[in-house]
Structure formats: C-alpha cells, structure tokens
C-alpha cells in the first residue's frame, strides 16, 4: 500500500537554530502534501498546503518565513522551521496524496526537541 | 470558523466492553473520517464516510455519518488492550484535502 515516509523521527537541536524535516512519498507521485503540527495531548492542527511546483498555502497564524515550505518533486515536501525556540517544540506530522480525489496517507511524524 | 466537537475526551474500559464516541461540527461537510494515533505515530485511518446515513464497519469498530450531516459517531465492539491509543475524527473536504480534526478521546483498556 501507498507509504509516506518522514525524516529524521525525531530531532533536537538548540534554540536560535534550522532544522529540515522531509516528508516523501514512496510509491505514488504526491501532487498535494499537508504539514500538521501537534503539541503534547492536543489535536492535529493544519499548517500548511504544499502543492508541487507551487507556493504553499499556509493556514491562519502560521508564520511563512519561520516554516519554510518546499515541495520541488511529485514525491518530496520539506518543511524548514527556521531559527527555531523552545515554543516550537512540537509532533511534526505530514500527509500526502496523489490527483483527484485519492486518499490521503500520513506519515509517522517529526518529534521536534529544540532547547 | 469551523467547529468540530469530540466527546468524550477520555475513557477508560474493561477489556471486552463496548466503546463509543462522536463528534459534532457546527457546518455541514460530505465526508466524516476515523483515525487512530498510537503514541510517538502518525494516524492511521479507520473508517471514512462519504454518505449521510451512512454505516460502515472495520472489524469491531462501526461507524455512522449523520443524518443531518453535522455528526458522526465511532463504536468498538469487545474491546482489547491493543485498542488503546487516541481516535479522532476528522472532517475533510474532497476538493482540497484538508483535515480539522477533532480534539481526540483517549481510550484506555484495561485487562
């Protein structure tokens, strides 16, 4: 079945730095990809919609320069958090499908540890 | 905006019993989505929903998308310990593939 696979699984890295989370697709061409953040016993909130070849679109209060968004291939999104603090410690998780109506697959997620 | 609304937010449960949990939105949308999380994971989808009116079923779990379109509910039959985990729902748009989720209820099984 359609696998969508997240790297690194984990991260920490220290306040004031850039960490690249990347989010592939590996057996369909992912025309559309959705980056979600969740904090520790919460929901799943949307950030960002990353179409191929195209800016993404990024949701209410989700700051564009802090989570950069680069989807350049049909089977690749990276999300950038850019001198990243405490406050964006967070899950990581991306989703991917492929044209039309297909279904959406997520991948396992990005924990995020920045101190 | 959009309100989504999931009860209970927890439960806890005798292994072998019967489980249920719903969601409510405020608007209308045509398609109600069933995920499960297990810790440190992404979520995995459960059942989807696409008709109002709709009974669909996965195993133990069964699902049901509302008459009226703004509800949807999930049972577990016979519960076991490798139900625990976080069950959501989620609303979601054909169109553009977006998700709201709901706020999660956290299932605990007890052997």
């Known amino acids: 079945g359609a696998v969508v696979s997240q790297h690194p699984s984990w991260v920490i890295c220290k306040s004031g730095t850039s960490v690249k989370i990347e989010c592939r697709s590996l057996?369909?061409?992912?025309?559309?990809m959705f980056w979600y953040r969740q904090f520790p016993k919460q929901s799943l909130m949307l950030m960002a919609t990353s179409n191929e070849g195209s800016k993404a679109t990024y949701e209410q209060g989700v700051e564009k320069d802090k989570f950069l968004i680069n989807h350049a291939s049909l089977t690749l999104s990276t999300l950038t958090v850019t001198s990243a603090h405490p406050e964006d410690s967070s899950f990581y998780i991306c989703?991917?499908?492929?044209?039309?109506?297909?279904?959406?697959?997520f991948g396992n997620g990005t924990r995020l540890t920045v101190t | 905006g959009q309100q989504l609304n999931q009860s209970p937010q927890s439960m806890f449960i005798q292994e072998g019993e019967d489980v249920s949990m719903n969601c409510t939105s405020s608007?209308?949308?045509?398609?109600w989505l069933w995920y499960k999380q297990d810790p440190g994971e992404g979520p995995v989808l459960l059942i989807a929903?696409?008709?109002?009116?709709e009974l669909t079923s996965n195993g133990r779990l069964t699902a049901q998308f509302g008459i009226t379109r703004k509800d949807s509910f999930l049972n577990i039959s016979a519960s076991i310990p490798s139900d625990v985990g976080i069950y959501f729902c989620?609303?979601?748009?054909?169109?553009?593939?977006?998700?709201?989720f709901g706020q999660g209820t956290t299932l605990q099984v007890k052997p």
């Open positions: 057996d369909f061409q992912a025309t559309t």
């Open positions: 989703s991917a499908r492929g044209g039309g109506s297909s279904p959406l697959h």
């Open positions: 608007s209308i949308f045509n398609t």
């Open positions: 989620a609303l979601g748009s054909s169109n553009t593939g977006k998700l709201i």
């Open positions: 929903l696409y008709k109002a009116g």
